[in-house]
């Protein structure tokens, strides 16, 4: 295993249109995280997974958002109707328990772009 | 809530001086803090991590942190800097929100390093 995996890297999209992203953890995380981060600024949380139970979502995670994790291992995050404020970076991390004094492992994320 | 203040977006060293980037936090009680570097189109990578051991962090690249309650900081620093070590770093906090443990994130300091 060689850690969190994301794809694709880049997506450019134009406005209005449907994008979904996929996110692999490290195999035997249970927990699954999603955040997004916009230019110059820290990465923001989104939603998180245990197993493959959603168990909170940001209030950032606007309708138009959907997340799932259907069989505990891999996660996508769907944007439906794509809009130009939806242009973020979106990193997916996982961890193992709910310990978070471990901290989380990141993967290299998704750029969306949206024209 | 908790939450993490980034003191300079953009620091610029000279290749072999000392690095200071400057981290505080505001807590309710005793948090978990991490140090994570981003380089250009790369993930999240985990620098250090204080959870209430030793307040002298060491991590990896030759950087460390020391936790200062009185002052609630968590300074990160390295004795000599390297072309290498150009890139975005980002102060993290644990916090307790909504009923789980989770990562907020500071706005991030670019560290520059001049040849």
């Known amino acids: 295993d060689t850690g969190v995996s994301q794809d694709p890297r880049h997506k450019i999209t134009k406005r209005g249109q449907n994008v979904t992203f996929r996110c692999d953890p490290i195999s035997e995380h249970n927990r699954l995280y999603w955040y997004r981060q916009t230019l110059g600024q820290g990465p923001e949380f989104l939603t998180y997974?245990?197993?493959?139970?959603?168990?909170?979502k940001s209030r950032l995670l606007s309708d138009r958002f959907s997340a799932e994790r259907p069989k505990g291992s891999f996660s996508t995050l769907e944007i439906q109707r794509t809009e130009q404020g939806d242009s973020a970076m979106y990193l997916c991390?996982?961890?193992?328990?709910?310990?978070?004094?471990?901290?989380?492992?990141f993967g290299s994320g998704t750029r969306l772009t949206v024209v | 809530a908790q939450s993490v203040t980034q003191l300079d977006s953009h620091v610029s060293v000279s290749e072999g001086t000392p690095v200071l980037l400057r981290c505080n936090y505001s807590s309710s009680y005793s948090p978990s803090l991490f140090w994570y570097v981003q380089h250009p189109n790369k993930g999240l990578q985990l620098l250090l991590k204080y959870t209430s051991a030793a307040t002298l962090v060491k991590g990896i690249n030759g950087f460390e942190a020391e936790f200062k309650k009185s002052e609630t900081s968590f300074h990160l620093t390295k004795p000599s800097a390297h072309m290498s070590d150009a890139a975005e770093y980002f102060c993290?906090?644990?916090?307790?929100?909504?009923?789980?443990?989770?990562?907020?994130f500071g706005s991030g300091t670019r560290l520059l390093v001049r040849p």
């Open positions: 991390a996982s961890s193992f328990s709910e310990d978070v004094r471990y901290g989380y492992t």
């Open positions: 993290v906090v644990s916090d307790w929100m909504d009923s789980s443990y989770k990562l907020i």
């Open positions: 997974f245990q197993n493959e139970a959603q168990l909170e």
